[in-house]
């Protein structure tokens, strides 16, 4: 079966890191480039950052730019993704999710609170 | 940037009706649109992509057309399992998801 499961979500103060996995199974994960989309408490999906296949194209989302690391690693089937100074607007359920061009497969996310 | 934009922001429609939303791209995006769907609770689902092809699995009732910069999902006859918001995102180059349409059961 093909599946995508996230961890390492919680709670943080303002100003800390959280650093939030992805595993992937069920499918060649070195074939696909994988992203990452959070979702504040009742609203909409906003895509944070994406990574190539063999991690030589990277993108991020202005909102997240120079505070977030996306990477991976195709031995262990894994997404990561490194939050350093973490605001208040970046509370929300973070999913990571495999593309074709869209996004195919979702995992069930993870959630993601900072609050002091 | 391009930005996404979709309208209604929600409606409300009869088992039965067809139901038409709008996603509108700033500029030009050929066919690089998705449509997603969200059930309250759930994980999004991918309806559509390349603006009119359907996802395997997803009932043949829902539609897309389009190009460019103007896009559209049709429900031909919408079903209680279709309470859901509907999402469009582009994806050449960023990947930008438009702000969604809830669609409800009068």
């Known amino acids: 079966e093909v599946q995508l499961v996230e961890s390492g979500g919680g709670l943080v103060k303002p100003g800390g890191s959280l650093r939030l996995s992805c595993a992937a199974s069920g499918f060649t994960f070195s074939s696909y480039s994988m992203n990452w989309v959070r979702q504040a408490p009742g609203k909409g999906l906003e895509w944070v950052s994406s990574i190539s296949s063999s991690s030589s194209y990277i993108y991020y989302a202005d909102s997240v730019k120079g505070r977030f690391t996306i990477s991976r690693d195709n031995a262990k089937n894994s997404l990561y993704l490194q939050m350093n100074s973490l605001r208040a607007e970046d509370t929300a359920v973070y999913y990571c999710a495999r593309s074709f061009g869209p996004f195919d497969i979702w995992g069930q996310g993870t959630m993601v609170t900072v609050s002091s | 940037d391009i930005q996404m934009t979709q309208s209604p922001s929600s409606l409300s429609a009869s088992v039965g009706d067809r139901v038409t939303i709008t996603c509108r791209a700033s500029q030009g995006i050929s066919n690089y649109l998705a449509w997603y769907q969200q059930k309250p609770g759930k994980v999004p689902k991918l309806l559509i992509y390349?603006?009119?092809t359907l996802q395997s699995g997803v009932p043949s009732r829902f539609s897309g057309s389009g190009s460019g910069t103007d896009f559209t999902l049709t429900i031909s006859s919408l079903q209680p399992e279709d309470v859901a918001t509907y999402y469009c995102?582009?994806?050449?180059?960023?990947?930008?998801f438009g702000p969604g349409t809830k669609v409800d059961i009068k």
């Open positions: 995102q582009k994806y050449n180059s960023a990947f930008t």
């Open positions: 390349a603006a009119s």
